[in-house]
C-alpha cells in the first residue's frame, strides 16, 4: 500500500532554516510528481511546491518562493523541502501528498509539525 | 490567484439526513476542481476529482457537481464517520497554483 513518512520538523528560531523528508513506499516514486502541502495550526490547506518525476519542473507558492526549495532522490524514495530564512508564519504541519494524473493529491502523509518560534 | 469560497462554514445536520456543501471560484476553474476530507488528527483524504468523479474507495452517498465556478458535495445520507472538515481545491492553473477552500465544518446537529 502506498506509504508517505514525513520527518525532520521541529522548533526552529526566526531565520533559521528546517530540510523534512518525506519516504516514499508502496508504489514506483519515480512515476509521480510530488507536492508538499501545509496547515497552520487550526486554519486551513495552503499548496507550498510542487516536482515533476524527474525533478526538472518545479514550482513555488509566492508565500515560500526564494526561501524553499524543493527536491528528490528517486534512487531513495524520498522528497524533501529545504526551508531557509523561516518565519512565524511559516509554522504549520507540513504535508507531503502524491499528485495524481489529474493533479490532484490522491495519498497524503501524516504530517510534521514545523514551529518557528523564538 | 484563484480564490476559492466554501459555504457554509459550519453544517449542523442529524445522522441519516443529507448534507450540500458549497464551492465558489472566482474565476472558471472548468471541471478541475477535487474535494477532500479531513478529521481531526489525520490527513485529507482525496474523495471527488473532476467535480463529479468518485476516487477510489469512496461509497456512493459522497457525490459531487458543478462546473465553471459554482460546485456542490452532497452527501445522501449521513453516517457518524462523515463528520469532519470538507475542502475543496482547484487545480485549474498551469503552471501549478493551487488554491483550497478555507473549509466547510460538518457537525452533528
Redesign the interface.
Known sequence: QVQLVESGGGLVKPGGSLRLSCAASGFTFSDYYM?WIRQAPGK????VS?ISSSGSTI?Y?DSVKGRFTISRDNAKNSLYLQMNSLRAEDTAVY?CARV?I?????Y????TLVTVSS | EIVMTQSPATLSVSPGERATLSCRASQSVSSNLAWYQQKPGQAPRLLIYGASTRATGIPARFSGSGSGTEFTLTISSLQSEDFAVYYCQQYNNWPPAYTFGQGTKLEIK
Open positions: 507536492s486551513g490547506l495552503e499548496w510542487y514550482y507558492a504535508y495524481d489529474v493533479a490532484t493529491f490522491d497524503w502523509g501524516q504530517g
